[in-house]
């Protein structure tokens, strides 16, 4: 195709529009622009598919995401640091608003008021979810802000061993080793019950509920770490926070958690939102976006970005981190889901996830060749040990339209992490039980 | 604009203001098992204080702060270095497909097979515009992206012995996330100056590099919205010392089709999606910041990748871990609802599509530079590509600064370009109108500008109180890192 006969949608100029603004420019082809690019390397070829219209577009990806089975298809029990959880319309109707999607980050506050005070209402809803003084603009997911919390912990304490819990789900470890490792910082393991910790250690790091689903009991572990002048930096799950005591009231140090329950699709995995929350006295060592509430000249109430000196695009090398684009929007759906879920419908939700699932472990238990190997309390997930492999068992209950839970046989025997929330009904419950108890057979 | 309030100006009361004991936006269905029993109340939380408000009023409440802003579906929004070009609403349509935004991320890939698809193709898609061997999306944003890269030339050096390799070089106009990230990957940062041309300086360069050289961190197109000239020969000077060229992809909009990095011998390179690749930037992200990488470092890429196994003419499709990947970056596989808008808006162009946005792109930006040069400095008298540096040197001497101009922009209906960057240039204006924009739109911000110029030598006062008619006026912005107010308390 020529250059100038190809009128896409998507871009306004005509061939009369670019004939006119290169004779003001001065140049007499959009070619001779380019001419700075070196000798041999210019107009390359460039092996993409050609343009598709919409229609065709749309219906290629109908096609392709037939070829996948999603979460709403049947019964469905995966959760392992992902949750289903019913999105009210207003949620989606409200992100889909192009003054909010289609917004930068708010570096012009006059002009950015609804972005800057959704932001605040983020920083106050998770502040009062997780029980904490303090919470930043976001962060990319769970894992990150985890990680990063980590991070926090060293800067502040400058030191640079940092103790991990090894029931942290292994997905967040292994993002906390991306994160630490090239730093220069020591990871390494401990118990619950561990009573010392190495010289140097920066913080504890641990996940309540953990990996297995079950609520960790940290308040010895935060006691040492505490009595040792390190800090307690703790994942947990917004709804179990709603339902059980937050990691904040029993001494954590900064609480981090994934977003994504509250109001965000599971979406294969992202975009989510990470929740980084502190106590007050390490507000200045938060990294990540802050929203503050000033007055403008005229004294009017309005929000702004702030702390901004903590930043990359300040601070340079030395910022607290390096995050600039982090997940806002997300953000935002999270917001309109705890108002519109409001005081009562969030313990609710969480009363229901702890009530179903606790029914299906109640079954399960029940049936031959099954049982819970953990002890503890559980909130919304828990551990099967099946009679045979669970990717086995997996296989069956998929032939019968069932997705089972996670296969963890490479931690526990034969071990199947199971995830109920109030999105599952008591149809589908009882048919887990009964599939899983005519392949126990 | 925005609705008012009673107060009869733009505040709107936070929501916690506006709860009355009672009310609820949504109704959850009653437990359908029998009871089960809580465990000990010692366990259990007591307070929580949340909003109580009617469905209605969440509605009105989030419209009308949407209301207060300006985006690109309202507003021309010539923020430099961040491509805010239209986002096609096919793409938010494509991603809430339920087969795609209902997928759970640890589904069997069996049952993942069109999701893994979509990613396997836009790798392909991002290798190939960028000229290098693999991609892995796995980055959730840009400078994600860039701790991914860095990290992967510093497992690169380490597994060949080379662990002193600790310098990287970044040139003084270079994005703020250059060093941060440079340094989160454990490396030691040193600046290299611009010469009076607004390229590299290429003696600087070669006094810098030794036996100490990681690696450099480049913009291509740089920062300046100028092409290094000297690129070649950069990259020359720096894989001949040992080290690894970075290249930001902040600046890919100018270049798709023109030009691949992969080419000039970059060994990896980041794409920002939200920025070239047109998915939302949601008011600060989500975004994507997928890397691509040069064979040396394909066996270093963050996990997951996905890989296509052909059999007996079927393709299937996995997530797999290179042999030395430097891990993961996340939970799960990256932002998969941006990357599928991503994969969306290339099928939507095309190859030639493609070419034509940078062709655009910069005939815009350069229409912009010819028609604003004689009213406002520029400090380099060169082409541009898709962006232009302006200075508001000449305005600072009646007292008028860049932010200024910036603000009364607001005045006139745009929002302000990127300000006081690159840091290099006095009083910098950064203009990106990206290929979105019609001759029109770019004709009625030049009179803007040319009546702000104007405005600065008879009425400088009146520029230095803008903007007047936006919903609040410029913020007492020490006072709110002063005190610190950071969410809603009871009273």
């Not at chain 1, 219906?59 to 289903?84: K, S, V, W």
């Not at chain 2, 290249?247 to 980041?270: C, E, R, S, T, Y």
């Not at chain 2, 004709?443 to 009546?451: E, G, P, R, S, V």
Request: charged share 20%; aromatic share 8%; glycine share 8%.
């Amino acid at each position: 195709m020529q250059s100038g006969s190809f009128q896409h949608p998507y871009i306004p100029n005509t061939p009369a529009d670019r004939e006119e603004m290169l004779k003001v420019i001065g140049v007499s082809s959009a070619e001779e622009l380019f001419r700075d690019i070196p000798q041999g390397y210019s107009a390359p070829s460039l092996d993409i598919p050609q343009a598709l219209p919409e229609m065709d577009l749309l219906r290629e990806l109908q096609a392709l995401g037939d070829e996948n089975r999603h979460a709403d298809q049947g019964p469905f029990f995966l959760g392992a640091g992902a949750y289903r959880h019913y999105i009210p319309a207003v949620v989606q109707a409200i992100v889909n608003r192009g003054e909010f999607l289609t917004a930068y980050t708010p570096y012009q506050p006059e002009v950015s008021q609804g972005t800057l005070q959704a932001a605040y209402e983020f920083q106050t809803m998770v502040g009062q979810i997780l029980d904490m003084d303090v919470a930043n603009a976001g962060m990319y997911d769970g894992a990150s802000s985890f990680a990063e919390g980590a991070l926090m912990a060293c800067r502040i304490k400058r030191r640079y061993k940092v103790a991990y819990l090894d029931t942290v789900s292994p997905d967040y470890i292994d993002v906390l080793k991306t994160y630490t490792l090239p730093q220069g910082i020591e990871i390494y393991p401990v118990t619950a019950n561990s009573t010392n910790l190495k010289r140097e250690t920066a913080c504890i790091v641990a996940q309540s509920p953990n990996f297995y689903g079950y609520i960790e009991p940290l308040e010895n572990l935060i006691e040492t770490a505490h009595s040792l002048d390190a800090l307690a930096v703790i994942a947990t799950d917004p709804f179990a926070s709603v339902l059980f005591r937050p990691p904040g009231s029993y001494g954590a140090d900064i609480v981090t958690a994934e977003g994504q329950p509250l109001g965000v699709p599971v979406s294969f995995g992202g975009p989510y939102v990470g929740l980084f929350t502190c106590k007050k006295e390490y507000v200045r060592q938060l990294p990540g976006r802050i929203v503050g509430k000033t007055v403008d000249s005229n004294i009017r109430t309005a929000y702004v970005l702030t702390l901004q000196t903590r930043e990359q695009h300040i601070r340079r090398e030395k910022a607290t981190s390096n995050i600039c684009t982090s997940t806002a929007l997300i953000g935002l759906m999270t917001t309109v889901y705890s108002a519109i879920l409001g005081k009562e419908g969030i313990k609710e939700v969480a009363q229901l996830c702890y009530q179903k699932s606790h029914y299906a472990a109640s079954l399960i238990q029940q049936i031959p060749g099954y049982s819970l190997p953990l002890d503890g309390v559980f909130f919304q997930e828990f551990v099967v040990e099946c009679p045979r492999s669970p990717s086995e068992i997996n296989e069956t209950l998929a032939s019968k339209g069932i997705i089972g839970g996670l296969d963890i046989s490479d931690r526990i025997h034969n071990g199947m992490l199971i995830c109920v929330t109030e999105v599952n009904t008591r149809v589908e419950i009882e048919a887990l039980v009964q599939a899983l108890s005519d392949i126990g057979k | 604009m925005a609705a008012k309030n009673d107060k009869g100006n733009n505040e709107l009361s936070l929501l916690m203001d506006q709860t009355v004991v009672g009310r609820r936006g949504i109704i959850m269905p009653a437990s359908d098992v029998p009871v089960q029993p809580l465990p000990d109340p010692g366990l259990l939380r007591e307070n929580l204080d949340l909003p109580e408000v009617s469905q209605p009023q969440v509605v009105r409440y989030f419209t009308q702060l949407s209301q207060l802003n300006y985006s690109i579906d309202t507003h021309f929004y010539p923020l430099g270095s961040c491509t805010m070009k239209y986002n096609p609403k096919i793409n938010d349509v494509v991603a809430a497909i339920p087969g795609m935004s209902y997928l759970h991320p640890k589904t069997p890939e069996k049952f993942s097979q069109g999701a893994l698809k979509v990613m396997y193709r836009l790798q392909s898609y991002l290798s190939e515009v960028t000229g290098m061997s693999a991609t892995s999306l796995a980055s959730m944003a840009g400078a994600q992206g860039e701790l991914a890269g860095v990290l992967m030339i510093r497992a690169y050096h380490e597994r060949n012995g080379d662990s002193h390799r600790k310098l990287m070089l970044i040139p003084d106009s270079a994005h703020g996330t250059n060093p941060a990230s440079a340094a989160m990957g454990g490396f030691a940062v040193k600046a290299i100056p611009s010469d009076s041309n607004g390229n590299m300086d290429l003696g600087a360069l070669k006094e810098l590099v030794g036996s100490d050289l990681a690696g450099i961190m480049l913009t291509l197109p740089s920062t300046l919205g100028l092409f290094e000239t000297d690129i070649v020969e950069i990259c020359d000077v720096v894989h001949k010392a040992g080290g690894l060229v970075y290249g930001d992809g902040a600046n890919m909009n100018a270049i798709l089709g023109q030009l691949k990095l992969g080419d000039l011998g970059f060994d990896v390179v980041h794409i920002n999606l939200h920025k070239t690749f047109s998915t939302p930037h949601g008011g600060g992200g989500p975004g994507a910041g997928p890397v691509s990488v040069a064979e040396r470092l394909v066996p270093f890429l963050p996990l997951p990748t996905v890989v296509e196994k052909v059999d007996q003419d079927v393709a299937q499709y996995s997530l797999v871990k290179s042999d030395h990947s430097i891990g993961r970056l996340g939970a799960f596989h990256g932002n998969f609802g941006v990357l599928i808008r991503a994969y969306a808006y290339i099928r939507s162009l095309g190859a030639d599509g493609l070419r034509q946005i940078s062709r655009d792109a910069v005939i815009n930006a350069n229409y912009l530079l010819a028609r604003l040069k004689e009213s406002y400095d520029v400090s380099y008298d060169r082409l541009c590509m898709h962006e232009v540096v302006l200075s508001a040197r000449r305005q600072k001497k009646n007292g008028v600064r860049g932010l200024d101009i910036a603000k009364r922009l607001l005045d006139y209906g745009f929002h302000a370009p990127t300000m006081y960057f690159p840091l290099i240039v006095d009083e910098a204006l950064m203009v990106e109108p990206t290929e979105s924009e019609s001759k029109e739109t770019l004709d009625a911000f030049i009179d803007a500008m040319l009546a702000i110029a104007t405005e600065s030598e008879n009425i400088p006062e009146t520029v230095r109180g803008a903007p007047y008619s936006t919903p609040v006026s410029r913020l007492d912005e020490a006072k709110a890192a002063r005190e610190p107010d950071l969410r809603w308390q009871s009273r």
